[in-house]
């Protein structure tokens, strides 16, 4: 029987399925929030009241309000964060094992910002 | 292994080379817009922490000019992006209905309605319709 060589596993698949995870919530719910977070009261889609504090905060921390913060903020970021690695890849700016650490590093501590904002924002 | 490797010459402003390559480099540099944006959803999430005051204060920041021109081109992007991201779908995984492969356009525009679904059910959320009456 031939020796068994050991393989040094990609983590690649990870990356990959959060960059694309993220781009389909990028496709499919970021125009949507744009439009109505960013034109909606200059549109005259939404009222004053309708983005108060009161129902913002009601609707947010409403215990499936992490999905939306997953949905809208942590998965993009990591969508983002991927193009990044191989756009300085492809620009031949940075070619490191440094650049992908900084650009995941990066993804992944605005996600743990971002839960703990919206924690602090439960709890507090 | 022979003597003198041929090694191609790869300069750093390949992609401006071909319309292809350009149009894959502005692809990819639809997430700078989107960063952006993402940092005021960030930035709206912990002003909703800090109370009444810091939240109206973020809903004014968000109405500022250079802020609505960034997340406009944020908008534009993300559209983009779209575009590109579902013709893939037919590609990727093409569905079989009733024994014949569904048309790769009828996938696209599948995913297109999702969008407007996805907008009428979040402006619904937001309260849309009953904030104004």
Known sequence: MAATKRYQRSDEPIWWSLFSAGGVCVAMLIPALIVLLVFGPWLGLLSAEALSYQRMSALLYHPLGVLFIGAVIILPLFHAMHRIHHGLHDLQWAHSSLAKWLCYGSAVLLSLLALGLWLLGVFV | ?133
């Open chain 2, 1 to 133: 292994m022979s003597r003198k490797p041929y090694q191609p010459s790869m300069p750093a402003n390949w992609w401006l080379k071909h319309p292809a390559y350009r149009f894959y480099m502005l692809r990819e540099a639809t997430v700078l817009p989107l960063l952006f944006f993402i940092g005021s959803l960030l930035y709206g999430l912990y002003c909703l922490s800090q109370g009444e005051a810091s939240w109206l204060g973020w809903l004014n920041w968000m109405q500022q000019p250079w802020v609505m021109a960034l997340n406009a081109l944020a908008l534009l992007a993300s559209l983009f992006h779209a575009f590109t991201f579902f013709r893939l779908f037919p590609q990727v995984m093409p569905l079989r209905l009733g024994g014949r492969t569904l048309p790769a356009s009828w996938m696209v525009a599948g995913q297109w309605l999702g969008v407007l679904l996805v907008f009428l059910a979040l402006w619904w959320l937001l309260g849309g319709y009953h904030g104004s009456n």
